[in-house]
């Protein structure tokens, strides 16, 4: 199994473009969330699906899009890039039912916007 | 407000030591509990889940986890020098098992 896979690795965007990111999964999870990791700040949760079909704000939406495709997909729309969004991205899912809400992470998006 | 403290550190500890990292929350209804570990320029990894008052030992860690008190710990034993890392603690918020607010982490050096 694979995991949770994230595209692309790296990128760098200019100030006013968009770009997606995508998310998979392959373990049956049921949740799946977005979050972006910044230096002295954390990570935070941008958007999250609770189950397919479903999806919530967090704590730092704006600026952010998202997409449940289908059970295993989950992707993050930047739709105009600001540098402020210069950060590394985080996906991650969960089997989301009692007593089993661990995460597991994927190797993360670094983004560049300038 | 939710927040999640923890001591940025570093924490420096001598091979074969037991390492001590320590959280603090502030929403009385958080409900589940995660230790997660972050080597420098990776993702983070999950080490430990606690969902009810007192331990959980799996390995060398242990979590501990006082509601009261609001506050939930991990025990690395037998601390070996892969274990320098970022520690992240990270607890649910807003009555939601899905919404996770995250400490800003710290960072443990094991020494040989």
């Known amino acids: 199994n694979a995991g949770v896979t994230q595209t692309p690795k790296f990128q760098v965007l200019k100030t006013g473009q968009s770009m997606t990111l995508q998310c998979a999964q392959d373990?049956?999870?049921?949740?799946m969330y977005w979050y972006r990791q910044d230096p002295g700040m954390g990570l935070r949760l941008i958007y999250y699906?609770?189950?397919?079909?479903?999806?919530d704000k967090g704590e730092v939406p704006n600026g952010y899009n998202v997409s449940r495709l289908n059970k295993r997909e989950f992707s993050l729309r930047l739709e105009s890039a600001a540098p402020s969004q210069t950060s590394v991205y985080f996906c991650?899912?969960?089997?989301?039912?009692?007593?089993?809400?661990?995460?597991?992470f994927g190797p993360g998006t670094r983004l560049t916007v300038t | 407000q939710k927040e999640v403290e923890q001591n940025s550190g570093p924490l420096s500890v001598p091979e074969g030591a037991i390492a001590s990292l320590n959280c603090t929350y502030s929403?009385?209804?958080?409900?589940?509990f995660f230790w997660y570990r972050q080597y420098s320029g990776k993702s983070p990894e999950l080490i430990m889940s606690?969902?009810?008052?007192g331990d959980k030992e799996d390995g060398r860690f242990t979590a501990q986890l006082n509601k009261a008190s609001q506050y939930v710990s991990l025990l690395i034993r037998d601390s070996q020098p892969s274990d320098s890392a970022t520690y992240l603690c990270?607890?649910?918020?807003?009555?939601?098992?899905?919404?996770?607010?995250f400490g800003k982490g710290t960072l443990l050096t094991v020494n040989p």
């Open positions: 990270a607890v649910t918020y807003g009555g939601s098992n899905y919404k996770l607010t």
């Open positions: 373990m049956n999870h049921n949740s």
């Open positions: 699906s609770a189950s397919e079909g479903t999806t």
């Open positions: 991650a899912s969960s089997e989301g039912t009692p007593d089993l809400y661990e995460q597991y």
């Open positions: 929403d009385r209804g958080s409900q589940s």
């Open positions: 606690i969902y009810s008052n």
